[in-house]
């Protein structure tokens, strides 16, 4: 019982763990240990981003390799990813909100480690498109997981600070990947091939996907010495057989005004995000005398820094409205990010020169990426049987819409509006200055109801956390 106490470990199986309302939770775990999941979770995040997004600057020697067009390409860096991330959420979320998060996590690790290093080894479009969608199942352990778990671990009141850091790896890994594939952009033409022992020549953007692979075993190593937390926040046993099999359903439909909106409004602001990863440094190579590598470097840095303290930021201003009794805290400090950040991103494109459009993207990447503390919003609704769950269906709709549409949609408006890759800013500018004020208008309307959700969650998580007098 003692160490359970201080990491917060719990039996894994369904029927413990619903069962564990009869008592008293035990304490918190300790800050310390807390904070160590919380790194080596941001390490996964970073990694599974390094592996789904290296491909973006790899543009035209995939395309030429390959022969494929623009769309073609996008479909590789959004749809073959997100459609299976998507998919593959549900029902590992499932098992994530039944049995060992940690372990779940474990085994996609391994998964989208493996389908990276296939990427490179891929010598059709086909073959591309199925790793890539090996990538997605993989990855979609992770986040549904880590959400669940850190709200285990986190207190309401520091929960947006810990998700924030490990959202951090968002950016970062997106920063680290840009980076590493303008390296690897310098790499080709500099030896357009290389000869390995045994395998003889091969394009060196291959190796990328091996040399970003490789990592994997190391944090699975790491993700090792996690702890099953204490579930909290679950139902009473009599709640949770009374409301029957479709009671995961029953809990959407309940809130499906606050659900939906923040669905909707989440989705188009990551169109808008991955859109722009997929796309800036191509767009910044072909507007301003700059080299795809220079451009990768910049964005990368811009990305890792801005974007990562961005959260943080996001993080601190949404558990300090909360703290101070804004239920909707987490929706306001989103709105906020779309005020500040919204137009430096939309206005990046029509910048006369790169150095300008470089510095509108500092503000506007360090503003814009408060919006991540959207997913903390949605476990302080949610009770803690539905959170991967709730969490999967979320990214089941933004990733599908974001991910999957974003990149394609950008490229769709070059290739079929204007008809001229040359027009890539004009995309960007499209896109972000229609779908960003229209997720804030979304947000803001759905305000109220989600004011009731955090009302009503708390009525019933209090309720069953109860301990009976003795």
Request: with cysteine; aromatic share 10%; charged share 10%.
């Amino acid at each position: 019982m003692a160490d359970q106490a201080l990491h917060g470990e719990a039996d894994s199986t369904s029927e413990s763990v619903v069962g564990s309302t009869s008592g008293a939770a035990p304490p918190w775990p300790n800050p310390i240990y807390s904070w160590y999941v919380v790194g080596v979770l941001l390490l996964a995040y970073t990694l599974s981003f390094i592996d789904r997004m290296i491909l973006s600057l790899l543009v035209a020697p995939v395309r030429e390799s390959l022969d494929i067009t623009d769309t073609q390409f996008s479909l590789l860096v959004g749809m073959a990813f997100a459609l299976f991330y998507t998919l593959a959420g549900l029902p590992l979320a499932w098992i994530a909100d039944r049995f060992s998060r940690r372990n779940l996590i474990v085994g996609g690790i391994g998964v989208w480690s493996l389908m990276t290093l296939n990427c490179g080894l891929a010598t059709s479009y086909i073959g591309l498109f199925l790793a890539r969608m090996g990538v997605g199942v993989g990855e979609a352990t992770l986040s549904p997981a880590a959400y669940s778990m850190l709200s285990d671990y986190f207190p309401k009141k520091r929960l947006a600070r810990a998700i924030a850091v490990y959202s951090i790896g968002v950016p970062l890994g997106s920063g680290i990947a840009l980076m590493l594939g303008a390296l690897v952009i310098k790499a080709i033409l500099a030896a357009p091939e290389i000869t390995l022992p045994f395998v003889g020549q091969i394009e060196a953007w291959r190796l990328t996907f091996a040399f970003v692979a490789f990592p994997g075993i190391l944090v699975c190593l790491l993700m090792l010495t996690i702890r099953e937390p204490f579930r909290r926040g679950r139902m009473t046993v009599e709640q949770h057989e009374s409301s029957g099999s479709q009671n995961f359903v029953a809990h959407v439909m309940t809130h499906k005004v606050s659900l939906g909106c923040m669905f909707a409004g989440m989705s188009l602001i990551t169109m808008v995000m991955y859109g722009s990863l997929a796309w800036i440094p191509a767009f910044l190579s072909r507007t301003y005398p700059i080299s795809i590598t220079d451009a990768g470097l910049w964005f990368g840095a811009i990305m890792a820094i801005c974007g990562a303290g961005g959260l943080i930021l996001g993080g601190v201003v949404a558990d300090g409205m909360f703290a101070r009794g804004y239920t909707d805290g987490h929706i306001r400090t989103i709105r906020l990010s779309l005020l500040i950040g919204g137009p430096f991103l939309i206005l990046t494109p029509l910048m006369p020169n790169a150095p300008l459009a470089l510095a509108l993207l500092v503000p506007g990447f360090l503003f814009i990426t408060m919006h991540g503390v959207g997913t903390v919003a949605l476990q302080v609704i949610t009770p803690n049987e539905y959170r991967a769950r709730i969490t999967a269906l979320y990214f089941f709709v933004a990733n599908l819409i974001g991910l999957g549409l974003g990149p394609t949609v950008i490229a769709l408006v070059t290739d079929l509006g204007f008809g001229n890759d040359a027009a890539l800013r004009y995309s960007l500018f499209t896109v972000s200055v229609i779908a960003l004020p229209l997720a804030g208008l979304i947000l803001t309307l759905g305000m109220p109801a989600y004011r009731r959700s955090v009302a009503n969650i708390t009525d019933v998580t209090d309720a069953a956390n109860e301990v009976p007098a003795t």
